[in-house]
């Protein structure tokens, strides 16, 4: 059959060889762009002091997206074989015919930006044996049983790998090529005390083995579990909230959402005519930096092929920009901000912010519990997806957490809401940690102090 | 999809190392999208996935591998692979006879979509833009998008079966953001079902596109929602979430053998008012949740979870029924060949009672009437669920008055079910959705009659 790339491939030569192909048979007055994807990943499941399951794939495929006569088609396969590659260009093409014309159609093209260099790719997780990732999955199990007697129950330890690698080739001359490695461990797990259980989790994120901690990863779901235990429904009131890290990296992965040119153009971003306002806390600067190589999410380049770039969005709470694609930035009369993202080969690319941070402030979590005196630790939120609507900006999710009192927290709270408004959170933001932590997802975690949200208990 | 000699090749090599237990899941699946937003077809899209997942299982331990490449060697080494993560003790050679078993598919397809030319699909979504817009001066945009999928699986097993499945799903959506003085508020409506082009014979996108026109236009008008635990009435077909998110998981025996379910343990106990009776069908014609087999092989069944409000049964897949000695419930499947199957829900619904509807809400002081609940999420260990209220009015003196803006409902599912003191003699199927477990996404269909819940904590700002 030919052509279908060899699995043990080391480099994306091969990769880069099927994008100039497919480029190659571009018609005059037609742009053609392939993303070519290949990944590898294994995941280890213990469970009971047994392995439950060793799961190892290999996943590759391209996505043909073609732009005619201001018209533009898309299609995907999830195989690298010559005889599909032929039929998914065709695809794109006819799917094209169908589309609406728009002049500000068109790919990414070259504009000088330099490509960064990042560290992503580690070999040591290539050679990292199998019989050490179950050994890693096994040991994590036994860790979280032996972190806390009250502990009853791992639902699941797991260890789980993936590398990747890529590349985007364009007609209009853009042919970039990325790899990375990425490896976690995570569990979840059961406190049970009397008739009651709790839950928690707990993770520890790397691009190679030695990256992971184990036994953060066991504590903090042992902790989360048992301090949840004896949690009761707070009364409804008006109250300040401090958002643990991992609570503000979700809310700030949904106000990035907000920011995306795309949002602001198409009518559904609720600060699409407040650039230069006031908008946040005096004190709240936020920026979107994929080159950040602390971040989990950096990548040399965006999903069109260019090159990642930091984007200050808020400064001293004043709005400074939108995130844009080539596509939405060229119909702004801008520049791309290297903000194109697609799920892997299989979708067109969209905008977003890849990397979100806050810029820290003065203290840790201990001293700001101490500021506030009296309020709710939110630990865990819930229904982010059905809760909060990023077009109007009513938020409302469901919590766990801790009561605040006397400046140090004091007993559990569960089974209750937080809500407000995303306009008024931040506004009412009073504060900002010093504790900033990477974390696996598009936002990076940091203690965040809010004033006056409403909190919905008995 | 694969000749039937390769395949019993493949479960014989999958074998090799000493196995209990080997499958081959093969599926090909085209898939066709086409979005409008901003007044434009954006685009068209194209998708093709084909391959094959092999799962070996020895002992409590299952090895997986998968493949996209179909090639008697591709397949080959991906059977080897499993059977090394599931290495056992013995080995030798086990030959394996297949016995191919007839599919019975719940829902005929009359119009393949494939067959049906894209100009078709790109005018629906033309005409639900014009209709939504012409609907109200306030709609200031509106994004629509159709969806087609042809998923043809094949499963082959150690057991000797040898089966396949024919799955055909057809969805449109709509989306509107209406601008009004307040700011911006949002509206949908989504119709999907198990069938093919057909659904438009039973669907006018026109009127879809309007009744998500008047949600997001109702809601520019609306107050804050209240805050604190009040009565909240659910509207028939418009809170099936509700049961999916309360008990449905927790009834899964995976969960449930790892002590993460609050339900484990109390098959024959009262769990529930007496008024509920849950079910869970895969067989339901034309539902979003609905098929023929499931994607270990098992034919869709009807399996009645609460009875009078007695736990009768959870729902199976074949690792868990194997473990206990029982038959499987057709509850097993994946998202894809790339995935392991676990224990899923396909349509899952309360069965309706003999209150008037109407009566409920007379009956009704102060509370919420939710016409239409949003996704949710729950903590099947502590029980503990959310869910949004996408289209919701306040119930003031046994009537329902203002509409109300989004927020989430909060409670927990045990205390829920005892909680129900109505259920109405109507019934309506909800929205189709997608029920995510472990990362897996899988098509269910829901459905209830309009009910109440004597308390559920409201999540809004106002007091």
């Known amino acids: 059959m030919g052509g279908a790339a060899s699995p043990s491939s080391s480099s994306s030569l091969d990769l880069l060889d099927i994008g100039d192909r497919i480029v190659a048979r571009a018609r005059d007055g037609e742009q053609v762009e392939a993303v070519v994807g290949r990944s590898r990943h294994t995941e280890v499941r213990a469970y009971d002091g047994d392995v439950e399951s060793l799961s190892s794939a290999e996943s590759q495929g391209v996505g043909v997206r073609v732009v005619a006569g201001e018209r533009q088609g898309f299609a995907y396969a999830g195989t690298l074989d010559d005889d599909v590659l032929d039929e998914t260009l065709a695809e794109a093409r006819d799917n094209a015919e169908f589309a609406t014309t728009d002049p500000h159609l068109g790919l990414a093209e070259p504009d000088g930006v330099a490509v960064p260099t990042l560290d992503l790719f580690r070999p040591a997780l290539a050679e990292f044996p199998a019989d050490r990732k179950v050994a890693l999955a096994l040991e994590l199990e036994r860790a979280v049983r032996a972190a806390d007697p009250r502990i009853t129950g791992v639902e699941a330890a797991e260890f789980v790998d993936a590398m990747g690698e890529g590349c985007v080739v364009t007609s209009t001359g853009i042919r970039t090529t990325g790899r990375s490695t990425a490896c976690y461990v995570a569990t979840y797990c059961l406190a049970t005390e009397g008739d009651e259980t709790q839950t928690g989790f707990g993770f520890s994120v790397g691009r190679e083995p030695d990256d992971l901690d184990l036994e953060v990863a066991a504590a903090d779901a042992a902790r989360r579990a048992t301090r949840l235990l004896g949690a009761t429904k707070p009364q409804s009131g008006r109250v300040t909230v401090v958002l643990d890290p991992y609570v503000t990296a979700q809310f700030l992965a949904i106000l990035g959402g907000t920011m995306s040119g795309e949002a602001v153009q198409k009518g559904r971003s609720l600060f699409a005519d407040r650039l230069g306002e006031d908008v946040a806390a005096s004190g709240l600067s936020l920026v979107d930096d994929p080159t950040n190589p602390l971040a989990y999410t950096s990548s040399e380049t965006d999903g069109e092929g260019l090159a990642s770039r930091r984007n200050p969005l808020v400064d001293g709470g004043v709005l400074q920009r939108f995130v844009h694609n080539a596509y939405t930035a060229r119909k702004a009369g801008t520049a791309s901000t290297g903000s194109a993202v697609r799920g892997g080969f299989k979708t067109t690319p969209g905008v977003g912010c890849r990397a979100l941070s806050l810029a820290p402030g003065q203290h840790d979590q201990p001293t700001l519990l101490d500021q506030v005196g009296e309020g709710v630790l939110v630990s865990s939120v819930t229904g982010l997806h059905s809760g909060v609507n990023p077009v109007s900006g009513d938020f409302s999710t469901g919590a766990e957490g801790l009561r605040i009192s006397g400046g140090t927290l004091g007993e559990p709270l569960r089974e209750f809401t937080m809500a407000s408004t995303i306009q008024r959170m931040l506004k009412d933001v009073v504060a900002v940690g010093a504790d900033v932590e990477w974390l696996p997802m598009s936002a990076a975690g940091v203690s965040l102090v809010i004033g006056d949200v409403t909190i919905s208990g008995t | 999809m694969i000749d039937e000699s390769v395949i019993s090749g493949l479960l014989g090599t999958a074998l090799r190392t000493g196995a209990d237990f080997a499958e081959v899941f093969a599926e090909d699946k085209r898939s066709t999208s086409a979005v409008l937003d901003d007044g434009r077809i954006e685009e068209l899209s194209s998708g093709r996935d084909r391959g094959a997942g092999i799962r070996v299982v020895t002992g409590e331990t299952t090895g997986f591998a998968h493949t996209a490449d179909l090639s008697e060697a591709g397949l ?63 709609v200031t945009q509106v994004s629509a998008r159709y969806g087609d999928s042809r998923r043809r699986i094949l499963v082959a097993n150690s057991d000797g079966l040898l089966t396949s499945d024919d799955q ?46 008047d949600r997001a236009t109702t809601k520019l008008g609306a107050r804050p929602a209240p805050s604190g635990e009040m009565p909240v009435v659910i509207g028939k077909g418009g809170g099936g979430v509700l049961f999916h998110e309360a008990c449905g998981h927790g009834l899964e025996a995976d969960l449930v053998a790892k002590s993460a379910s609050v339900f484990k343990g109390r098959r024959g106990e009262q769990v529930a008012s007496p008024l509920v009776t849950l079910v869970d ?81 007379a009956s009704t002081d102060r509370g919420v009437y939710v016409a239409q609940l949003g996704g949710g999420s729950v903590n099947t260990a502590t029980g503990d669920f959310v869910f949004g209220m996408w289209e919701a009015y306040l119930i003031e003196d046994g009537e329902i008055t203002d509409p109300i803006r989004e927020g989430n409902l909060i409670g927990n599912g045990p205390k829920v079910l005892t909680d129900i003191d109505a259920l109405a003699g109507d019934f309506a199927m909800g929205s189709p959705g997608t029920c995510g477990k472990d990362g897996q996404g899988v098509p269910v269909g829901d459905g209830v009659p309009t009910l109440r819940v004597a308390r559920l904590t409201v999540g809004g700002t106002a007091a």
């Open chain 2, 281 to 361: 069908d895969g067989t339901m014609a034309t539902e979003w949740g609905a098929f023929g087999v499931d994607d270990e092989g098992t034919p869709a069944q009807r399996n009645t979870l609460i009875e009078g409000g007695v736990l009768t049964d959870y729902m199976w897949d074949f690792l868990r029924a194997r473990k206990e000695g029982r038959a499987r419930s057709g509850n097993g499947r994946r998202q894809s060949y790339q995935h392991l199957p676990m224990v899923r829900m396909t349509n899952t619904y309360l069965l309706a009672g003999h209150d008037d509807p109407d009566d409920i809400i």
């Open chain 2, 76 to 138: 080959r080494s991906a059977a080897e692979a499993a059977a090394a993560a599931a290495a056992g003790g013995g080995g030798g050679t086990r030959v394996i006879e297949l016995t191919r078993r007839p599919t019975t598919n719940p829902t005929p397809v009359e119009v393949q979509p494939a067959d049906v030319p894209k100009a078709a699909k790109v005018e629906l979504l033309r005409r639900a833009d014009e209709a939504a817009r012409a609907r109200s001066r306030s």
């Open chain 2, 168 to 213: 055909v799903r057809t969805l449109f959506s709509v989306g509107v953001v209406a601008t009004g003085d307040t700011g911006m508020q949002t509206g949908r409506q989504s119709v999907g079902h198990t069938v093919g082009f057909e659904l438009f014979d039973r669907y006018d996108v026109d009127e879809l596109a309007g009744r998500a026109a």
